[in-house]
């Protein structure tokens, strides 16, 4: 039997970030080895130890050092969830300046299916930058979800989760 294929999952400095816990909860159910990667200042919104815990994977936010050995397995699939304005824009241009755009950009050139599940509020979604960057990204071949899938996080309930899952589940059938 073989492993289970490896879900790279960026989680960004938004509300979902908060209960990203159960999303990984649910990916495991579905399959996947989730290896969680975020932003600076997501990062200090998580509990990395508990989150570790429940992986099996370091929660990453840090470069590692040159001669370090990679923590985590090589990527199948890559999730970002959920996906900020600043990140998208960063990565859109390239910017490298976080181990999560890092990482996001080194995958778009490596092939694996990415999701991204954007949370940007209205004004954000209006920024002449924004748009015409997510168009960017999709022709780069990255799925862009409809940001409605993440509300709130009083309205994080299982069923946007679910669908969030649904979505990963069609990239690993079609991998």
Not at 16 to 38: K, N, T
């Amino acid at each position: 039997m073989s492993e289970a294929p490896v879900l790279y999952l960026i989680v960004c400095a938004a509300p979902p970030a908060q209960r990203i816990g159960e999303l990984a909860e649910l990916l495991a159910a579905d399959g996947w080895r989730v290896c969680l990667i975020a932003t600076p200042i997501a990062a200090t919104w998580l509990h990395r130890d508990e989150l570790a815990a429940q992986t099996g994977h370091p929660v990453r936010a840090d470069w590692r050092r040159p001669g370090d050995p990679e923590p985590h397995p090589p990527a199948d699939a890559v999730a970002v969830v959920p996906a900020t304005f600043n990140t998208l824009n960063k990565w859109a241009a390239g910017a490298s300046d976080t181990l999560a755009l890092g990482i996001l950009n080194e995958m778009l050139g490596a092939g694996p299916p990415i999701h991204v599940f954007p949370r940007v509020n209205a004004a954000l979604a209006a920024h002449p930058a924004y748009r015409p960057n997510l168009r960017r990204l999709r022709e780069a071949g990255v799925v862009v979800h409809d940001g409605d899938v993440l509300r709130s996080p009083d309205e994080m309930t299982p069923s946007r989760w679910a669908a969030v899952v649904d979505a990963i589940r069609q990239a690993r059938s079609r991998g």
